[in-house]
Nanobody, 115 residues
Framework: QVQLVESGGGLVQAGGSLRLSCAASGSIFRINAVGWYRQAPGKQRELVAG???????NYADSVKGRFTISRDNAKNTVYLQMNSLKPEDTAVYRCNALLNAYNYWGQGTQVTVSS
């Protein structure tokens, strides 16, 4: 069992930055990979950024060069640094953890980018 709690969303102007945090608790040592997903109204959920247990990262093409996923093992927290935000980044962002082929999700945090 893993519990995930996101924070850090909000309203920001285009070109601004936000940092999302995902605090994990529970059987975190068994986590295989973590990731950030987002879903905008009327659109499918998409993977924004992911990181394997070895530290390998991957990003959606739309956020490459602007977003960075990182982790602080001492704090059991995964971050998503989002720079140069665009209105099309507006969505609910959710943290995900893969553990033994089971996906755990946080409750989500709203990110709104105004033009």
């Amino acid at each position: 069992q893993v519990q995930l709690v996101e924070s850090g969303g909000g309203l920001v102007q285009a070109g601004g930055s936000l940092r999302l945090s995902c605090a994990a608790s529970g059987s975190i040592f068994r986590i295989n990979a973590v990731g950030w997903y987002r879903q905008a109204p009327g659109k499918q959920r998409e993977l924004v950024a992911g990181m394997t247990i070895s530290g390998t990262t991957n990003y959606a093409d739309s956020v490459k060069g602007r977003f960075t996923i990182s982790r602080d093992n001492a704090k059991n927290t995964v971050y998503l640094q989002m720079n140069s935000l665009k209105p099309e980044d507006t969505a609910v962002y959710r943290c995900n953890a893969l553990l033994n082929a089971y996906n755990y999700w946080g409750q989500g945090t709203q990110v709104t980018v105004s033009s």
